[in-house]
């Protein structure tokens, strides 16, 4: 009898259904290989600063085949190094300035989303996936999105919370949009 076979059931339904496979399996099934820069939804979190995060949101890249905009800044290139945790790195586009490397991406016809608490923001339930390309812009952990940076912005998305927190942690805003535009929630 396989490993498979004599595990206990993991997935929804009746207990007297066929075994399931494990989600190790399941994912080693469904993802034979590394997808390269598709360039279509670039999650940017041009003024996050903690280490944690970027690896975070290197995870959520790699699993809806989102690129990752970083700095060119010591502090972002170490973060990298050490949140990564994947074996392949999704794909990383550096840039510069940040707000030049902004302002480019809009000239070229990207869409620039800031996720972010606003007045009038699209709430997360009534985004649609992606149909152009989408730069999602993500604020600093204490300091929010720039003033400076607000003009640039062709729409803002807010993830509506209930609780006493002023906020979400930046890297969880941020996947939950990613997961959004990309069509997979
Ligand atoms: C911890 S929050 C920063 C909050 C900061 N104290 C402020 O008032 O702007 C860090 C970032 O996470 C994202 N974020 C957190 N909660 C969010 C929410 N409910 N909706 C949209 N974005 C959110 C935004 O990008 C925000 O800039």
């Not at 595990?7 to 989600?23: D, F, H, I, L, V």
């Not at 996720?115 to 149909?131: C, K, S, T, Y």
């Given at each position: 009898?396989?490993?498979?076979?004599?595990?206990?059931?993991?997935?929804?339904?009746?207990?007297?259904?066929?075994?399931?496979?494990?989600?190790?399996?399941?994912?080693?099934?469904?993802?034979?290989?590394?997808?390269?820069?598709?360039?279509?939804?670039?999650?940017?979190?041009l003024?996050?600063?903690?280490?944690?995060?970027?690896?975070?949101?290197?995870?959520?890249?790699?699993?809806?085949?989102?690129?990752?905009?970083?700095?060119?800044?010591?502090?972002?290139?170490?973060?990298?190094?050490?949140?990564?945790?994947?074996?392949?790195?999704?794909?990383?586009?550096?840039?510069?300035?940040r707000r030049?490397w902004?302002?480019?991406?809009?000239?070229?016809?990207?869409?620039?989303?800031?996720?972010?608490?606003?007045?009038?923001?699209?709430?997360?339930?009534?985004?649609?996936?992606?149909?152009?390309?989408?730069?999602?812009?993500?604020?600093?952990?204490?300091?929010?999105?720039?003033?400076?940076?607000?003009?640039?912005?062709?729409?803002?998305?807010?993830?509506?919370?209930?609780?006493?927190?002023?906020?979400?942690?930046?890297?969880?805003?941020?996947?939950?949009?990613?997961?959004?535009?990309?069509?997979?929630?």
């Open positions: 009898m396989s490993r498979t076979r004599s595990r206990p059931r993991r997935g929804p339904g009746p207990a007297s259904s066929s075994p399931q496979k494990a989600p190790r399996e399941l994912r080693a099934e469904r993802l034979p290989g590394a997808h390269g820069c598709w360039d279509h939804l670039v999650v940017a979190p003024f996050v600063t903690y280490e944690a995060n970027f690896g975070t949101l290197l995870r959520t890249c790699d699993a809806v085949g989102a690129c990752c905009a970083v700095p060119h800044t010591a502090t972002a290139r170490a973060s990298l190094k050490i949140g990564n945790t994947l074996r392949v790195k999704p794909c990383v586009h550096w840039c510069g300035n030049r902004i302002e480019r991406e809009r000239e070229r016809g990207a869409r620039i989303v800031g996720v972010e608490l606003a007045d009038g923001a699209i709430r997360l339930g009534d985004v649609e996936p992606a149909r152009q390309k989408t730069v999602v812009l993500l604020g600093h952990e204490h300091d929010g999105i720039p003033d400076e940076i607000w003009p640039l912005l062709d729409d803002v998305i807010e993830i509506p919370m209930v609780g006493n927190g002023s906020s979400l942690n930046v890297a969880v805003a941020g996947s939950l949009v990613l997961y959004k535009l990309a069509g997979l929630s």
